[in-house]
């Protein structure tokens, strides 16, 4: 069946610079993709979404780029801060899944002071 | 502060007791979730109620056993469960079918220790 994996599973970044975490996908019919945070001790909180028919959609310090051509998704958090710390899920939803949420595995974001 | 609120926060329970996951929204949501996480995993969804009746269940074994009393309110009763059951329980709810708005509104889970 389809999944949606992440190329790494922990990235540790300097205080204060760019995030970027990677997310791939398999089932090119998914039309809508959403990034989840999960801090720990907490339920996963939505932070962006980005529908099949835009490449790139721009929240606050977030940018989500959508390449179908090699079916690839990333998350950009600009000027990372402590409170970035998190697990961040990317997701996928299609009528293959029924539309419901198929999750990738997951990228742990560490922050350096 | 999540809007979803769950209860119990902990649970440890023997492998014969029945207990019972409570969940709450008032956020007008008419579709609401169960899914189960284990450590270092994504949740994997349970059971998905929309305008108060059940419409997925994903072969969960029916030790669990869902329950939607009214639009605010999600249970799951718990019985004869086994240690592998052991996990974080998270109650979700959302505004409509998830391809309008892919945003889940997730509680903070119920802990589940099982003896």
């Known amino acids: 069946g389809e999944s949606v994996g992440l190329h790494l599973p922990t990235l540790s970044v300097q205080e204060g610079d760019n995030s970027i975490i990677n997310c791939a996908y398999s089932n090119s019919a998914s039309d809508y993709f959403i990034w989840y945070k999960q801090e720990s001790g907490k339920g996963p909180q939505f932070i962006i979404d980005i529908r099949s028919n835009m490449d790139k959609r721009q929240g606050q310090r977030v940018t989500v780029l959508l390449n179908k051509t090699v079916k690839h998704l990333s998350l950009q958090i600009a000027a990372t801060q402590p409170g970035d710390s998190a697990v961040y899920f990317c997701a996928e939803i299609s009528m293959d899944s029924n539309y419901q949420l198929i999750w990738g595995a997951g990228t742990k974001l560490i922050i350096k002071p | 502060d999540t809007e979803v609120t769950q209860t119990p926060k902990h649970l440890v329970m023997g492998m014969t007791n029945k207990k019972s996951l409570k969940c709450e929204q008032h956020?007008?949501?008419?579709?609401m979730y169960w899914y189960k996480q284990k450590a270092k995993k994504p949740p994997e969804l349970m059971f998905v109620y929309s305008y108060e009746k059940l419409s997925i269940n994903e072969s969960v074994p029916s030790r669990f056993s869902p329950e939607c009393p009214n639009s605010s309110l999600l249970n799951l009763h718990l019985h004869a469960l086994q240690p592998e059951d052991s996990a974080l329980y998270l109650c979700?709810?959302?505004?409509?079918?998830?391809?309008?708005?892919?945003?889940?509104?997730f509680g903070e889970g119920s802990r589940l220790t099982v003896l």
């Open positions: 956020m007008g949501h008419r579709a």
């Open positions: 979700a709810s959302s505004q409509a079918n998830l391809i309008s708005t892919g945003e889940l509104f």
